[in-house]
């Protein structure tokens, strides 16, 4: 699941980026050296592409919380072996785990906390998730590279109908290698393959239908319940939502007093 679905919030995170217009200035960040993407026009027409690019890669980062949380639990024993590597080539694959560990958890951790406009780490989001970003898809693509053929055969040698017909009582462990996740010396199952599965689908599910609904809108929107930016809106010209109070933007009374001006500036006239 996840080698389809991380690809997907990586290229419309990238999108992102290239839809703010970088070679116009307008992007954050700025100067981002030799990691500088290629630009096109965004397209004006469908009028929703930039709401169903975003929509894909926050709902689709959230929803991947409790997988991302799942496969870390069962591959944590395996991060903390002692030595941590016997070769040149599994020092380079613990390098690739620390990049691929550290940088989606920095990208959840940071991409929840700007949903919810909370700032507390102190420096740009933007930038530091636009570069921990980059940290993230060089270790995802060197740990797909390195496991790529190991992951195939553990997707062959255990079929999901014969998971999903497995009861606790009937779970056994893998045969046990050097190299794989499988204790040397295992306890009984606690719970069935099926049932981590369903756990987890579980969650994904769940955390689907309480922030899907701030994309798709309509009727689902109510469903949103960690919606950020309020339920309400106002009445006639003012029906649209606002991202903070005035308050939070530092809007004092003096700026919207009679003295408040609006200057145009641009060409040759002011």
């Known amino acids: 699941m996840l080698l389809v679905t991380l690809p997907i919030v990586i290229l419309t995170g990238l999108l992102s980026y290239i839809a703010y217009g970088p070679r116009l200035g307008q992007a954050i960040p700025g100067d981002v050296g030799w990691l500088k993407l290629p630009t096109f026009d965004w397209p004006t027409d469908p009028s929703w592409l930039y709401r169903l690019t975003q929509g894909l890669h926050v709902g689709l980062g959230l929803v991947l919380i409790p997988v991302v949380l799942a496969k870390l639990w069962s591959v944590i024993p395996r991060l903390f072996v002692v030595p941590p590597a016997r070769s040149v080539a599994q020092l380079l694959e613990r390098v690739s785990l620390l990049m691929l560990v550290g940088g989606i958890l920095f990208e959840i951790v940071t991409g929840v906390l700007n949903i919810q406009y909370d700032y507390i780490f102190g420096f740009s989001f933007y930038t530091a998730h636009y570069f921990g970003a980059w940290v993230f898809i060089t270790g995802f693509v060197v740990h797909v590279a390195i496991k790529s053929r190991r992951m195939w055969s553990g997707l062959r040698s255990m079929p999901l109908r014969e998971v999903l017909r497995t009861a606790r009582a009937d779970t056994k462990p893998q045969p046990w290698q050097p190299d794989s996740l499988v204790a040397a010396d295992p306890g009984p199952a606690t719970m069935s393959r099926r049932g981590a599965l369903a756990l987890v689908g579980g969650g994904a599910l769940f955390l689907a239908l309480i922030t899907a609904g701030?994309?798709?809108?309509?009727?689902?929107?109510?469903?949103?319940?960690?919606?950020?930016?309020?339920?309400?809106?106002?009445?006639?010209?003012?029906?649209?939502?606002?991202?903070?109070?005035?308050?939070?933007?530092?809007?004092?009374?003096?700026?919207?007093?009679?003295?408040?001006?609006?200057?145009?500036?641009?060409?040759?006239?002011?």
């Open 214 to 270: 701030q994309t798709v809108g309509g009727y689902a929107r109510p469903a949103a319940l960690l919606l950020p930016r309020g339920r309400s809106r106002g009445n006639g010209p003012n029906d649209f939502e606002v991202n903070r109070t005035a308050a939070a933007a530092g809007i004092s009374p003096l700026d919207t007093a009679d003295r408040w001006r609006l200057t145009m500036t641009g060409g040759p006239g002011r």
